[in-house]
C-alpha cells in the first residue's frame, strides 16, 4: 500500500503547517491496529488523547476531597506578632552596612592626607647615640637578649606541658 500522503501529511505536521481536519486524519491512521514499521515510532505521540481519556482520578479522591472541605471544620488562622525589633532589622541592616563603608571611606581618606607624616624618617644623622663607650653598649644588647632567650624558652616549656596535661586528660 502507498503511504505518500500520510509521509506529505507528517512532513507537514512537522513544519507546523496541517490544519485541524488534518491533524485528525493522522490521528485517525495512527489509531490502527496493524502499523507499517516505520510508522510504529509516531504511534504513541497521535494516541495521546486515548490513553488520557482512560486515565479517572477515582472515587477515593473524590471522597477525600469532600472530607477535606466540609462545612463542619473550620481551620483558624492566627496572625503572627512581629516585633518592633524584627521590624526594624532591615533598616538596622543597612546603617551598620553604611557605616562600614564610611568608617572604611574615612579610613582610606586619612590615610592619604597624612602620607607625609606617615613616612618615617631616616636621616641617621638626627639620632643620638645613648653609650658613648661600644662595648658597654654591646654588652648591654647581649644581656637583652640572654634574657628575651630565656623567657622565650621558659614560655615554650610551659606550653609543651600544658599541651601534654590536656593530651593525657582527653584520653
Given at each position: 500500500?502507498?503511504?505518500?500522503?500520510?509521509?506529505k501529511l507528517l512532513e507537514r505536521y512537522w513544519q507546523g503547517e496541517t490544519s485541524v481536519e488534518e491533524e485528525e486524519m493522522l490521528r485517525t491512521f495512527f489509531r490502527q491496529r496493524e502499523l507499517p514499521s516505520r510508522f510504529e515510532p509516531y504511534r504513541r505521540l497521535f494516541a495521546y488523547e486515548d490513553v488520557a481519556a482512560s486515565e479517572h482520578l477515582g472515587a477515593e479522591f473524590d471522597e477525600r476531597m469532600l472530607r477535606m472541605?466540609?462545612?463542619g471544620e473550620q481551620h483558624v488562622v492566627r496572625a503572627r506578632h512581629i516585633s518592633v525589633a524584627a521590624r526594624l532589622r532591615p533598616?538596622?541592616?543597612?546603617a551598620a552596612s553604611v557605616a562600614v563603608v564610611l568608617t572604611i571611606g574615612g579610613a582610606i581618606e586619612h590615610s592619604f592626607r597624612n602620607e607625609n607624616a606617615a613616612t618615617p624618617d631616616f636621616n641617621y644623622a638626627t639620632y643620638k647615640d645613648t653609650y658613648k663607650d661600644p662595648q658597654v653598649a654591646a654588652e648591654k644588647v647581649s644581656s637583652s637578649l640572654r634574657d628575651m632567650s630565656e623567657e622565650l624558652q621558659r614560655q615554650q616549656s610551659a606550653d609543651s606541658a600544658r599541651a601534654i596535661g590536656k593530651d593525657k586528660s582527653v584520653q
Open positions: 500500500m502507498d503511504y505518500s500522503y500520510i509521509d472541605i466540609e462545612p533598616f538596622l541592616k543597612a
